[in-house]
């Protein structure tokens, strides 16, 4: 029996059944789904979705939104009918939390260690829990004949279509000086797609976009990646949360924002057995710092852009026009953007009002200052 490093309080109320499923929710056989109307007989493919979905094993649960392993659904339209599948992805953290019918891994929420490490791995893991965390459970990403499980991780599961299984996994940190992923990268008119992560041990490259050119058949996907931007922190020991970026044309849109990630308390997390969560610091009084930069030179814009303080998770829609870069987003006003999202908060806020405190946020950036 390993320690129980955070073992949240019992949940106040039931949960309901979305956020209650347990092991037996995996599906082996697609379903017939119940049509109503009619569907084209034109309509043909398959509809893939990713996200948290089991927060339960045993006697432990995760508290947050964020923290459950990925469960990845199918709806499949062919002929005007509808099948339907849905099953845990078999990552190396489920595998073992079934195993040994407890909760392992790190989450937003909390942090349960693995039973399996030994005393020497376990003493490194303490520093890099990170390191081994393989629930991608955030998204999933289609490029050419693959189907990717992505999350804001380095590891990335490649999705076999029919069984919904992990048919093999990369660590981007192989080929990349990157150690946090983004669960939702861009594809260009050429087919390159752009990716986006950090590197906490250079905080002058702190921010990182990477160019990832189409594999040749039978490569892996991320073999001739190459970082072709970078930006610093604003910070000396900080690393400001980013979820997703933007892109035009011609360039990436980062947002600076001042809910930033602790390095000394990352580095400790491990250590305190404390979930993600506790490594995170708000900075309420400092503003959002947008950043512009040219993907094709990797150079930023030479402007500063501030928003108010505000949080974002993601971009609607980034586009150029007449010497601006539009940039249209998903704003958040709340102080504690993390903490809206434990199961027990929302189900209590939406019991009022729709849980968050969001809008929409359009910025319009000139690229150039001279004669405004
Ligand atoms: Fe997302």
């Not at 250590?271 to 610091?281: H, I, M, Q, R, W």
């Not at 108010?308 to 704003?331: A, K, L, Q, R, T």
């Amino acid at each position: 029996m390993g320690i129980r490093y955070s073992t949240p309080a019992p949940p106040t109320e039931p949960w309901p059944q979305y956020v209650d499923l347990d092991t037996t929710a995996s599906m082996k056989e697609p379903i017939q789904a119940k049509v109503t109307g009619t569907i084209p007989r034109w309509v043909s493919g398959s509809l893939y979705r990713n996200g948290s979905g089991i927060f339960k094993m045993g006697q432990d649960r995760f508290p947050c939104l964020f923290d459950g392993y990925a469960v990845i659904h199918r709806w499949s339209i062919q002929d005007g009918s509808v099948t339907y599948m849905s099953t845990a992805l078999d990552s190396e953290l489920y595998k073992k939390a079934v195993k040994h019918n407890r909760l392992v891994g790190e989450g937003i929420g909390a942090s349960f260690p693995d039973p399996c490490k030994t005393i020497f791995n376990s003493f490194f893991s303490y520093f890099m829990p990170y390191i081994d965390y393989d629930n991608s459970y955030i998204s999933m990403f289609e490029r050419g004949d693959k189907l990717f499980a992505l999350a804001e991780n380095t590891i990335v599961h490649e999705v076999d279509r029919k069984t919904l299984k992990s048919d093999r996994k990369r660590n981007v940190d192989k080929v990349l000086a990157v150690h946090s992923g983004t669960a939702h990268p861009h594809i260009d008119r050429e087919g390159n797609m752009y990716y986006y992560g950090t590197n906490p041990n250079n905080l002058n490259k702190l921010y990182n976009f990477v160019k990832v050119p189409p594999a040749k058949k039978g490569e892996d996907q991320f073999a001739n990646a190459e970082i072709v931007a970078s930006l610093p922190s604003r910070w000396k020991l900080n690393i400001g949360y980013a979820h997703s970026f933007g892109m035009t044309e011609n360039f990436f849109i980062h947002f600076e924002q001042p809910l930033a990630l602790n390095v000394p308390r990352m580095l400790c997390m491990g250590l305190l057995g404390a979930g993600l969560e506790s490594t995170l610091v708000n900075y309420t009084s400092e503003p959002i710092q947008i950043h512009v930069v040219n993907r094709h030179t990797g150079e930023r814009v030479p402007i500063k852009y501030i928003a108010p303080h505000g949080f974002i998770f993601h971009f609607i829609n980034c586009y150029e026009d007449s010497g601006f870069v539009v940039v249209d987003v998903v704003w958040n006003n709340s102080t504690s953007p993390i903490k809206d999202f434990y199961i027990d908060q929302l189900m209590n806020a939406q019991k009022h009002k729709f849980p968050l405190d969001t809008g929409f946020a359009r910025f319009v950036l000139p690229l150039s200052v001279q004669g405004i």
